[in-house]
């Protein structure tokens, strides 16, 4: 009789979750020129928009935050991962400066949209 319980017996392994991660995260990002300035839109699924900072310094837009995993507990054991829980910090440098415009986000279903307005 054949075992039901055999795929989960497949599962077990010995690699405990603590740091699941070592890697460095680099969301991905779209920029686009808008004719009032630019829209750039980040792929942050996973974050929590309280973890996110943003500063726009001279040609340079700085994104930080973090992604953590909130479903992993210390008994856990891991079969497979490929999602990337770290810190992470996106540089987006723009042709000229941009320093001074006014700055609007939205955070909705895993994107994050920064709308730089010029002034």
């Known amino acids: 009789m054949p075992n039901p319980n ?17 890697r460095l995260w680099n969301p991905s990002a779209d920029v686009y020129r808008s004719p009032d300035g630019w ?4 792929d942050l699924a996973g974050v929590q928009a309280d973890d996110l900072e943003i500063e726009l310094r001279d040609k340079l837009l700085t994104i930080r935050g973090c992604r953590r995993d909130t479903h992993c ?9 490929e999602i990337t829980y770290s810190r992470f910090e996106k540089q987006i440098e723009f042709p000229a400066r941009i ?3 006014s700055i609007l986000r939205d955070y909705a279903d895993g994107f994050l949209i920064i709308q730089l307005h010029r002034q």
Do not use: I, N
């Not at 507990?73 to 991962?81: G, L, R």
């Open 39 to 42: 829209v750039v839109k980040l």
């Open 6 to 22: 055999l795929d989960f017996m497949l599962l077990q392994t010995e690699r405990r979750v603590r740091h699941p991660s070592r």
């Open 73 to 81: 507990c210390d008994d856990y054991v891991y079969h497979q991962m």
């Open 99 to 101: 320093e001074g415009a």
